[in-house]
């Protein structure tokens, strides 16, 4: 397989792991968050209240602007063929 062709899969495999996501974000918040803040109280004080808030569309949205972002990078990375600088930002990007 190419190295051009490695660069488009991932986006395309981003997509498939944030639908899960974008589908199972609030039921699993739902049925999990007791458990979280007894787990993480600290860290799940603060970040539940925004994720119970967060709704699916704006979810979908932030999902979706991020896969906007790596497709510019993978046709930029293709384009140019850079894909040693390609590689490492998507590598940032995927750590954040």
């Known amino acids: 397989m190419k190295i051009g062709t490695r660069m488009w899969l991932w986006p395309m495999v ?9 589908i199972m974000l609030k039921p699993w ?5 007791s458990d979280l803040q007894e787990r993480f109280s600290r ?3 603060r970040l539940l209240p925004h994720f119970e808030s967060l709704s699916t569309s ?5 999902v ?6 790596l497709s ?3 046709y930029l990375t293709v384009e140019f063929e850079l894909y040693a600088i390609g590689t490492g930002l998507l590598l940032a990007f995927f750590f954040q």
């Open 58 to 62: 704006s979810f979908a949205f932030a």
């Open 72 to 74: 510019v990078l993978a």
């Open 64 to 69: 979706a602007e991020a896969f906007m972002f």
């Open 29 to 33: 918040i739902t049925k999990n968050a």
């Open 43 to 45: 860290l799940a004080s």
């Open 14 to 22: 981003f997509m498939l792991h944030d639908f899960e996501e974008i």
